[in-house]
């Protein structure tokens, strides 16, 4: 079953497409990432999949449902939402927003436990949200998204205020909710972060989506088919597989001059440079 399916989403702003023609889908228990340079659309779909903003044109499914009845309270109860701007009461402690939170789901006490443990912040509970630091107010958000442990996840950029402990910290958890059937639908810019948590992934640039599929798949795809030999003298050939070098290979192998072979795989990074022509950031 599909858990997000969005079919030709155009979305534009005046003149300029946020997005341009996009279409995947999510199948239920993915963790999926959105990776794009800043600007790229991935908070615009985002918000089209949570009914803050409507498509232009095309057709966006979720839970089921069309995006834009995810406000109705049967359908936000299933799913749960970290992003900037994070709905907490800065004056309320970190506990009595999960209080509200833990009301307005109708949960038990014990849930609140359970979550503030789950984001490393048990000893934290009686500060107020205001005087929290930046990484700290991050955890908190995501405590009231996943208090509820909701059937799907989005998360906007969900470490980018974490010190890599905490981001550790996160992941772990994260995983541990997909193991128990949360679908995951996240944006980020970091690679390392879509390498190590995501199935699959979708490179966004400039509102299309240049590559999709898991990050092996897409490293096989966009393997550049050099081979890297480094021979015993220090030289360092790098040449295309084929005959000619595998004759070359046997010739050095014969007269012991070979010291190390190894294809050359790109990381998600040189996919994601290749594909948007960017940096990061
Ligand atoms: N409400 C709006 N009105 C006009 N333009 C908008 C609006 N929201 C987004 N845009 C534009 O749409 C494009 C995509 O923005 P979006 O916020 O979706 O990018 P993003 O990939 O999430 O970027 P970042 O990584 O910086 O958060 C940008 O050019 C942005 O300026």
Same mark, same amino acid.
């Given at each position: 079953? *599909?858990?997000?399916?969005?079919?030709?989403?155009?979305?534009?702003?005046?003149?300029? *497409?946020?997005?341009? *023609?996009?279409? %995947?889908?999510?199948?239920?228990?993915?963790?999926?990432?959105?990776?794009?340079?800043?600007?790229?659309?991935?908070?615009? +779909?985002?918000?089209?999949?949570?009914?803050?903003?409507? =498509?232009?044109?095309?057709?966006? =499914?979720?839970?089921?449902?069309?995006?834009?009845?995810? #406000?109705?309270?049967?359908?936000?109860?299933?799913?749960?939402?970290?992003?900037?701007?994070?709905?907490?009461?800065?004056? @309320?402690?970190?506990?009595?927003?999960?209080?509200?939170?833990?009301?307005?789901? *109708? +949960?038990?006490?014990?849930?609140?436990?359970?979550?503030?443990?789950?984001?490393?912040?048990?000893?934290?509970?009686?500060?107020? %949200?205001?005087?929290?630091?930046?990484?700290?107010?991050?955890?908190? !958000?995501?405590?009231?998204?996943? !208090?509820?442990?909701? &059937?799907?996840?989005?998360?906007?950029?969900?470490?980018?205020?974490?010190?890599?402990?905490?981001?550790? #910290?996160?992941?772990?958890?994260?995983?541990?909710?997909? &193991?128990?059937?949360?679908? /995951? %639908?996240? =944006?980020?810019?970091?690679?390392?972060?879509?390498?190590?948590?995501?199935?699959?992934?979708?490179? @966004?640039?400039?509102?299309?989506?240049?590559? /999709?599929?898991? $990050?092996? &798949?897409?490293?096989?795809?966009?393997?550049?088919?050099?081979v890297r030999i480094?021979? =015993?003298?220090?030289? !360092?050939?790098?040449?295309?597989?084929?005959?000619?070098?595998?004759?070359? /290979?046997?010739?050095?192998?014969?007269?012991? %001059?070979?010291?190390r072979i190894e294809t050359k795989? $790109?990381? +998600?990074?040189? !996919?994601?440079?290749?594909?948007?022509?960017? &940096?990061?950031?």
């Open positions: 079953m *599909d858990v997000i399916k969005v079919t030709h989403v155009q979305k534009r702003f005046g003149s300029k *497409d946020a997005l341009a *023609d996009v279409s %995947f889908s999510i199948p239920k228990g993915e963790i999926f990432g959105f990776l794009g340079p800043s600007g790229s659309g991935k908070t615009t +779909l985002i918000k089209i999949l949570t009914a803050q903003l409507n =498509t232009t044109n095309g057709q966006a =499914t979720v839970l089921n449902q069309p995006a834009g009845m995810m #406000h109705h309270s049967a359908q936000k109860m299933r799913f749960g939402i970290l992003t900037d701007n994070s709905g907490l009461y800065e004056r @309320l402690t970190i506990e009595e927003n999960l209080e509200l939170y833990r009301q307005l789901y *109708d +949960l038990p006490k014990a849930s609140i436990d359970r979550v503030l443990q789950f984001v490393n912040l048990s000893g934290e509970r009686k500060k107020r %949200f205001s005087v929290l630091s930046k990484g700290m107010r991050q955890r908190a !958000i995501l405590a009231c998204a996943i !208090i509820h442990e909701p &059937e799907l996840l989005f998360l906007d950029e969900p470490t980018s205020a974490l010190d890599p402990v905490n981001a550790a #910290h996160i992941y772990k958890g994260l995983r541990y909710l997909n &193991e128990k059937g949360t679908t /995951i %639908f996240l =944006t980020t810019h970091n690679m390392a972060e879509a390498e190590l948590l995501c199935h699959r992934v979708a490179i @966004l640039y400039q509102g299309s989506i240049k590559a /999709i599929g898991s $990050p092996k &798949e897409l490293k096989r795809q966009y393997r550049d088919n050099q480094e021979l =015993t003298n220090g030289e !360092i050939h790098e040449l295309p597989q084929g005959e000619e070098t595998a004759d070359r /290979i046997a010739d050095w192998m014969k007269r012991g %001059f070979i010291d795989e $790109p990381s +998600l990074g040189d !996919i994601f440079i290749k594909m948007t022509g960017s &940096e990061l950031l």
